[in-house]
């Protein structure tokens, strides 16, 4: 796509310094594959191609005599059209819906001006949009531009995600770590352990957003093919268009208002949410992690931390990231509880809150593209790790305390607490309870021989399997 220039005060402008959007300045780069998706020339590309696909299927019927079929010589221009629209062609439609007022309908005008040169196309002029009304084009062309950014942009960068988070889990995975539940010292765990439990949720977060099946609907001015049937009224519409929705690999709903209820994208939206939700979260952590010092960030040449402290390097990809996500989760949190809702057999409410649609995709690729940034500069500090280890012995009055109600000891909880709550105790202090336990000499060998570091549970393990 070209850079977008405009004058103003009679002066040539970039759009990069003087856009309204951060998107579409600061981090014009960063979201530039979205634009094929969800610009204005990707919406009316798309329309083109709904329009287009629905003339070839009603001239290829049989039952419907008055169109005859397309040449191959004509089919083979339809989809050149399609496939190679460009800017130019965007541009003119906009020029008649300056004109027209309905950008749907100039649609179908420019349509008749692009094919004047080609009979065929011209005799059946009068069946391009076709019994369609504008929420026919409108809503099966959102549900392929979710469908298409959702595989070629979001589901990808998800993935990448989940695999530099799997990569942390397997390098870490024998790496003991302090917990700290409500930010107190707390059982150990590993550093891995912890990166396969993102990983996990980000598994099944992903799937549940490639499992979500886009519907959209092809059944006229309020959902039940009237126009349709007053011109064929013998003609088996609601079939027809079913396998004309299909074909484009959508889910077709048979019971609509005059628009698709968007029940499928508020599901979409949800999801992608969730994920964001959870990659919040994560980013959070990170950066907790950071402060610890239980992960270094590896410095970057030229970067500067800090205008006037020059040691730092902060933790700006992942506060970039929880900003962007933030962001992106307030637009599909709307975009879900406004867009199932409609006044009637229909009101416009939908129509300007859509084209916010790759809004919030743009801000959710943001913040996964400065999460990757800040996953691929960490890297463990062993050393930090262990320090805060070896000053936490009172962790073991967990595993202490629960062998002696394995065996049987008075009020073994109580006794634990009055020795390590709020203060801590000393390796050599701990020894010396443990000794004095009523407890088979092989228990008391064994709680002996236990550390900190050594109290991890089945870690290695899970981390090992994500």
């Known amino acids: 796509m070209l850079k977008l220039l405009y004058i103003y005060k009679g002066v040539l402008m970039s759009s990069n310094l003087t856009a309204l959007s951060p998107l579409d300045g600061r981090y014009a780069a960063k979201i530039e594959p979205l634009r094929s998706h969800f610009s204005e020339f990707g919406l009316i590309r798309n329309r083109v191609r709904v329009e287009i696909e629905w003339l070839k299927a009603l001239a290829a019927e049989n039952g419907l005599k008055e169109i005859a079929p397309f040449s191959s010589a004509t089919i083979a221009e339809l989809d050149r059209m399609v496939s190679a629209f460009a800017e130019a062609d965007a541009e003119a439609v906009k020029r008649i819906e300056a004109r027209t007022n309905h950008d749907v309908k100039a649609v179908e005008y420019w349509l008749v001006e692009r094919f004047a040169g080609n009979a065929e196309i011209i005799r059946a002029a009068r069946f391009i949009h076709f019994a369609c009304t504008s929420e026919d084009i409108n809503n099966l062309s959102h549900a392929l531009m979710l469908r298409d950014a959702r595989a070629l942009n979001l589901l990808p960068l998800i993935g990448s995600l989940i695999e530099k988070f799997r990569r942390l889990a397997h390098e870490h995975a024998a790496l003991p770590m302090l917990s700290r539940t409500h930010g107190q010292t707390a059982t150990p765990t590993t550093l891995g352990k912890e990166m396969a439990n993102i990983t996990a949720r980000l598994l ?45 690999g959508i889910e077709f709903n048979p019971h609509t208002i005059q628009i698709e209820p968007h029940d499928a994208m508020a599901e979409l939206f949800d999801a992608i949410a969730r994920t964001n939700t959870i990659l919040i979260d994560a980013n959070r952590d990170l950066w907790q992690y950071i402060s610890l010092g239980y992960f270094k960030q590896q410095p970057k040449a030229g970067e500067i931390g800090s205008s006037t402290m020059p040691h730092k390097i902060n933790p700006i990809d992942f506060e970039n990231a929880e900003g962007n996500l933030g962001l992106a989760n307030a637009l599909l949190r709307h975009l879900s509880e406004k867009l199932p809702i409609s006044r009637l057999q229909r009101d416009l409410t939908d129509s300007t809150v859509l084209r916010n649609m790759g809004v919030a995709f743009g801000y959710s690729i943001l913040a996964y593209d400065s999460c990757l940034r800040g996953l ?91």
């Not at 490639?210 to 349709?228: E, I, P, Q, R």
């Not at 595993?399 to 634990?416: A, D, F, H, K, S």
């Open 204 to 248: 099944r977060a992903r799937d549940r957003i490639a499992a979500v099946s886009l519907t959209a609907k092809f059944n006229g001015a309020v959902g039940n093919y009237n126009a349709h049937l007053a011109a064929y009224p013998n003609f088996d519409w609601e079939s027809f268009n079913r396998r004309f929705v299909e074909s484009f």
């Open 376 to 466: 691929g500069k960490l890297e463990a500090d062993p050393k930090r790790l262990a320090e805060d280890l070896d000053a936490a012995w009172e962790v073991l009055a967990e595993p202490v305390q629960t062998v002696m109600r394995r065996y049987g000891i008075e009020n073994p909880y109580e006794q634990l607490k009055e020795l390590t709550r709020g203060k801590g105790i000393e390796r050599d202090a701990l020894h010396a309870f443990i000794r004095g336990l009523a407890i088979p000499e092989a228990e008391k060998t064994r709680l002996l021989a236990m550390t900190p570091s050594s109290y991890i549970g089945k870690a290695v393990e899970l981390a090992g399997r994500i």
